[in-house]
C-alpha cells in the first residue's frame, strides 16, 4: 500500500463490484477505507463466487477479489441508534461513496444534505446505473444490462455471434475506476479549500465515455459501428491469427510494421502486392490478407513468432487464459498480487490482484486481508473522540 491519501478516512457503503472497486483503488492508495455493511450479511459479493464453501462463510471469492486493504463494521442503518453511530462516523471522514439506487440514502434521513451538515467539506460519490437524474434513474442496473444498452454488446463479437457480452464486468469495473478519479480529484480540493462535493457517477456514462472511438466514428465520420471479431477496423493485418500452436495477436498498425511483417514470415512480395500494398486497400482486402499471413506462421507456434515479431519492432502478443497470464514472468516481475494467510473462513492462502499501477517504482500492495463482517467495530468505535464529534456537528 502507498502513502498516496495517508490520512484520509473513506466510507464505503457499497455493495458487489463497482463501489467496492472504487474503494479499493483508495485503500491501494493508503486511505483508511472502512466498509459499512449492514447486519443481514453484508455486502452482497460475500455470498457470490466459484466456492460455495466461502459463499456460505461469508468470505465469497467476489467479496476477497477487492476489499483488501479495508475494515468492517456492521451497522443497521434502518434503526435510529445506528444511524447516530453512522453520523459519528461521518463526522470523521474525509470521503463516502455508495451505490444504492437514487434516494435510498434520502429516505434514510442519510442523504448528501443531511450528512453535509454533520461534515461541511465531505465528498460524498454516488455510483449508480443511469445516475440521479433522467427517465431511467430508478431502473435496477447490472452490468449486462449496461453493457447491452451502452452499445458494448453491438459491437462484440463476430457478424455472425454479436451482440454478446464482454467476458467480464467491464461497465461495473469502469464505473468504478471513474469514481475513484473522481474522489481523488475532489480530495484534492477539499485539501485545498475544505470544500466537499457531490459526485454522480452514471455506469451508463462511464461505459459510454470509454467508448470515445466507436462513438466519435458514428459522430464525427457518420460510420455506424459494426461487430468485426479479433479484427481491427482502423488496420490491417490487426488482430488474431492462428500459427503453428495457439493464436497471436499481432497489431502490424503502420506501414514500417507491415514491411517487415511479410519480410519475417518469408513472404516479402506481400509488401508491394496491390492488394495490400496501403493501409486503405489492406483493409478492404483484410481476409485474404489474414489467409496469407496465417498460412506462413504455422511454421512455428505463437510464443516463437511472438518474439521474433517484437524483436523486430512488430507488436505482437499471445493470446492466454488467466492462468496462464498470472504465471507469465512479466506478471511475477511487477508484483501484481499479495498473498496472505489466515484470511477468515479460508483454510489456504488468499492471493489478491492490486491496481494497474506502480508508485515511485514501487507496487501499491494492501496491507491487511479482506475484513470479515463487522470484524473492525471495537476498535473503530473506540477510536472516535465525543469531544471530536460534538465539534464536527456544531
Known sequence: MTDLLSGIRVLDLTNVLAGPYCAYQLALLGAD??????????????????SPRLNQAGMGASFLAQNAGKRSVMLDLKTEADRERFLDLVASADALVENFRPGVMDRLGLGHEALKAVRPGLVYCAISGFGQTGPMRDNPAYDQIIQGLSGIMSITGTPETAPLRVGYPVADTLGGLVGAFAIASALVRQKTTGEGAFLDVSMLECTLSALGWPVSNYLTAGVDPRP??????????????RTGDGLL??????????????RLIGRPELASDPRFAER?????????????????????PAAAWEERLNRAGVPAGRVLTIPQVL?????LERQVTANFDDVAGMDRPLTVLRGGFMVDGAAPLPTKPPP???EHMDEIFAGLSPRAKAKARA
Open 33 to 50: 477505507v472502512i466498509k459499512v455493511e449492514g447486519p443481514q450479511g453484508g455486502d452482497l459479493a460475500r455470498q457470490l463466487g466459484g
Open 228 to 241: 468485426m471479431g479479433n479484427e481491427n477496423m482502423t488496420a490491417a493485418p490487426s488482430g488474431a491469427f
Open 249 to 262: 495477436n499481432i497489431a502490424a498498425n503502420k506501414q514500417e510494421q507491415f514491411v517487415t511483417l511479410c
Open 280 to 300: 486503405e486497400t489492406r483493409k478492404k482486402n483484410r481476409a485474404a490478407l489474414k489467409t496469407e499471413i496465417e498460412d506462413a506462421l504455422t511454421d512455428a
Open 327 to 331: 504465471a507469465e514472468p512479466q506478471v
Open 372 to 374: 470479515a463482517l463487522g
